[in-house]
């Protein structure tokens, strides 16, 4: 394999360029110091709120709400969803630390459940965390990997649960045709620099549910009668006035000027990163050490990052593998030998009992994480494919 070019760990920290009408926008904002999101005397002086309309015009539902995080996001869902102080909520144990965050956030208790080779949640084991104590799924979809969420639906209505999406990592993903996040009660989106839209910080809670939006917008900080100021019309908003608290989690309107623009390119976005990770997979699937998960039918990938497992390797040749990668300019981890982190489900020491989850362990300890930016091309697939290759048949060649 021919090498063309080479590669920094600087250029997988790149987030995505920002479309340049964004500038206009911001500047504009920015030289009238309308920043706040309840600005003006209607919904339609705040970017915020028209970012809101905008967000369920794509996503094909009733409701949004414009936060400061995704995690800011679920804790609202899942309050809104009727979570209290001890109540048990089931989450998979591959998933970033914000997740069960979000639920010991609320005063409740994760119920780790263990995930397959795919990623995905083992639908085996969650039936059997499934218990009347537990009436909340919160379903990440770990890395834009959905689970089978025919099976989940079926589960969730069988057992009267309440399905929330954390679909961070979904933006653009398709399951049957559907947006994912779409399916459970609520869905919970980010706007983080590495996810497809780039706002550096910011997340956006989706619902058809009308009880869920009112309580959300009251919840998250509309204060007296802000709740005007949102494209949402309902009785319940006097039902609920007075009688939530306000935790300020708004986002406000340059955030949400810097997201609106990019909503039209999300599914543009979604054919390069397909087309990088279709070819890196092939070039990958090459080697009889490594196994990168097939595609599921239902599901259309917006891969802005690709996982593989490694084969035949110990813990030590794993090691030796991910700071080869980091020598060579590839940010690469291995999940299982990376030091303190953030999603392997032992590092949260904050829970108060890790279980031992040895299927979720056995994956995670050779499981490989890198991401994809968008403006990978060609030359840089291939030199991140020879590396890799050819850096383990060195290593087992020892």
Same mark, same amino acid.
């Given at each position: 394999m021919k090498i063309i070019q080479k590669l920094k760990i600087s250029d997988f920290y790149k987030a995505d360029p920002i479309p340049r009408k964004v500038f206009t926008k911001v500047n504009k904002l920015l030289r009238s110091a309308d920043l706040f999101r309840y600005i003006g005397n209607k919904p339609s002086d705040s970017e915020a709120a028209l970012l809101e309309k905008d967000f369920t015009k794509y996503l094909g539902v009733k409701y949004a709400l414009a936060l400061n995080s995704c995690s800011s996001a679920m804790f609202l869902s899942l309050i809104c969803c009727g979570v209290k102080p001890g109540d048990k909520v089931l989450v998979p144990a591959f998933t970033f630390t914000a997740v069960p965050s979000a639920i010991v956030h609320a005063g409740a208790i994760p119920v780790l459940v263990e995930c397959n080779e795919r990623y995905c949640i083992d639908i085996d084991d969650l039936k059997k965390k499934i218990s009347p104590e537990t009436k909340i799924l919160l379903l990440s979809h770990m890395r834009g990997h959905t689970s089978d969420m025919d099976s989940i639906i079926k589960l969730c209505k069988e057992n009267n649960i309440t399905l929330i999406e954390d679909s961070a990592h979904s933006l653009?993903?398709?399951?049957?045709? +559907?947006?994912?996040?779409?399916?459970?009660?609520?869905?919970?989106? &980010?706007?983080?620099?590495?996810?497809?839209?780039?706002?550096?910080?910011?997340?956006?809670l989706?619902?058809?549910?009308?009880?869920?939006?009112? !309580?959300?917008?009251?919840? &998250?900080?509309?204060?007296? +009668?802000?709740?005007? !100021?949102?494209?949402?019309k309902s009785r319940l908003f006097e039902k609920y006035q007075n009688t939530l608290p306000a935790f300020n989690l708004r986002m406000d309107n340059i955030s949400a000027?810097?997201?609106?623009?990019?909503? !039209?390119?999300?599914? +543009?976005?979604?054919?390069?990163?397909?087309?990088?990770?279709?070819?890196? +997979?092939g070039a990958l699937s090459t080697s009889k050490h490594i196994d990168v998960p097939g595609i599921d039918p239902r599901e259309r990938m917006a891969p802005d990052s690709i996982q593989f497992n490694l084969k035949d390797l110990n813990i030590k040749q794993a090691k030796i593998f991910m700071d080869k990668m980091r020598e060579k300019g590839i940010s690469l981890y291995v999940f299982g030998v990376n030091e303190n982190n953030a999603r392997v489900f032992w590092n949260w020491r904050y829970l108060k009992d890790i279980p031992s989850l040895e299927k979720t362990r056995s994956m995670l300890k050779f499981a490989c994480d890198m991401r994809l930016p968008i403006f990978f091309r060609k030359p840089q697939l291939d030199y991140i494919a020879n590396v890799i290759l050819t850096t383990l048949d060195e290593i087992l060649k020892v």
């Open positions: 653009g993903v398709l399951w049957n045709g +559907k947006p994912v996040g779409t399916y459970g009660k609520v869905g919970c989106y &980010s706007f983080q620099s590495y996810k497809i839209i780039n706002a550096g910080e910011g997340g956006i989706v619902t058809n549910d009308e009880d869920v939006i009112v !309580k959300a917008i009251y919840l &998250s900080g509309a204060y007296e +009668k802000m709740y005007e !100021k949102h494209f949402v000027a810097i997201i609106r623009p990019q909503i !039209k390119e999300i599914d +543009k976005k979604v054919v390069i990163y397909n087309k990088n990770y279709r070819y890196l +997979k």
